[in-house]
């Protein structure tokens, strides 16, 4: 079955950097658009950022020039590089993909940036 396992979270510091992992399983990952969300407490899921099957990306304006979306098909891997982390990208992050026209989600990995 699909499945989307996300890694990588954790406590940082403001200005400081992580990397999320999304390994996926249970279909034809390059096939695919992969994206990432989060939910920060007590706010909607919100979109981050989505690459597409030719690898082009896309962000939102909050996150423009700080992360970097990309993937690795030979290993059905995406990942979120998060560079100058703020207190407000404070959140679980979720990775989404949504082959057979489904949409799937990953359990989620928490980020929290304070000092």
């Known amino acids: 079955q699909v499945q989307l396992v996300e890694s990588g979270g954790g406590l940082v510091q403001p200005g400081g950097s992580l990397t999320l992992s999304c390994v996926a399983s249970?279909?034809?990952?390059?096939?695919?658009?992969l994206r990432w969300y989060r939910q920060a407490p007590g706010k909607e899921r919100e979109w981050v950022a989505g690459?597409?099957?030719?690898?082009?990306?896309y962000y939102a304006d909050s996150v423009k020039g700080r992360f970097t979306i990309s993937r690795d098909n030979e290993k059905n891997t995406g990942f979120l590089q998060m560079k100058s982390l703020k207190p407000e990208d404070t959140a679980v992050y979720y990775c989404n993909a949504s082959p057979g026209g489904r949409d799937y989600w990953g359990q989620g990995t928490q980020v929290t940036v304070s000092s």
């Open positions: 690459i597409g099957i030719g690898s082009n990306t």
């Open positions: 249970g279909f034809t990952f390059g096939s695919f658009s």
